[in-house]
């Protein structure tokens, strides 16, 4: 059992650069969500989804999209780099239901120059 | 104001203490609550979810308070491998899996 499998690990994008942050789960839950995580900020969600074909803005969202065609996989897309994209960023899954988290990837480690 | 607001810490504790972590939140219609530990560059993963009559689990016990909007994490007899932050987490003012994590609390516990 994977859980939630992120890639690529470890990503330098140049200033402009457009780029898809890969998501995948196999537990079959339906919630998705981003994140990002930044020295002394704690993390801050970026998008979520609730299901196939169900997505909304989170916190911070400006300069990602996301799009989720099947419940396995929300791949994230930054569209034009920015050095302030310099982040972790994990994505999450879970069942719905008040007591249930989320289960986090293992995070991709973005630099953006 | 933070949603969800920790004392960022460190806690530096010996080994067999006893630790305490506060966390307060600001959405009282909030219906879920959670610990989570983080290891240093490693994701979060979820320690112990806060039931409203407080629940244990080994060493761990959570207890919540909804008229304070305040949430505790009892560590007893720390071992080393505690070592970690510990994130405070609280559903978001709109929904359930909206999830707002708090800054963290870093744990070191010393030999």
């Known amino acids: 059992n994977a859980g939630v499998t992120q890639t690529p690990k470890f990503q330098v994008l140049k200033t402009g650069q457009s780029m898809t942050l890969q998501c995948a789960q196999d537990?079959?839950?339906?919630?998705m969500s981003w994140y990002r995580q930044d020295p002394g900020m704690g993390l801050r969600l970026i998008h979520y989804s609730v299901g196939a074909g169900i997505t909304d803005q989170g916190e911070v969202p400006n300069g990602y999209n996301v799009s989720r065609s099947t419940t396995e996989d929300f791949p994230l897309r930054l569209l034009s780099a920015a050095p302030s994209q310099t982040s972790v960023y994990f994505c999450?899954?879970?069942?719905?239901?008040?007591?249930?988290?989320?289960?986090f990837g293992s995070g991709t480690r973005l630099t953006v120059v | 104001r933070k949603e969800v607001e920790q004392d960022p810490g460190p806690f530096n504790v010996p080994e067999g203490a006893t630790v305490a972590f506060n966390c307060t939140y600001s959405?009282?219609?909030?219906?879920?609550f959670f610990w989570y530990r983080q290891d240093c560059r490693k994701e979060p993963k979820l320690l112990m979810s806060v039931y409203s009559s407080g629940n244990e689990d080994g060493r761990f016990t959570a207890q919540l308070n909804r008229a304070s909007q305040y949430i505790s994490l009892l560590i007893r007899d720390s071992k080393l491998s505690d070592s970690a932050t510990y994130l405070c987490v609280v559903n978001g003012m709109d929904s359930s899996y909206k999830l707002i994590f708090g800054s963290g609390t870093r744990l070191l516990v010393r030999p």
């Open positions: 537990m079959n839950h339906e919630y």
């Open positions: 959405n009282s219609a909030s219906q879920s």
């Open positions: 999450a899954s879970s069942n719905p239901g008040v007591n249930y988290g989320y289960t």
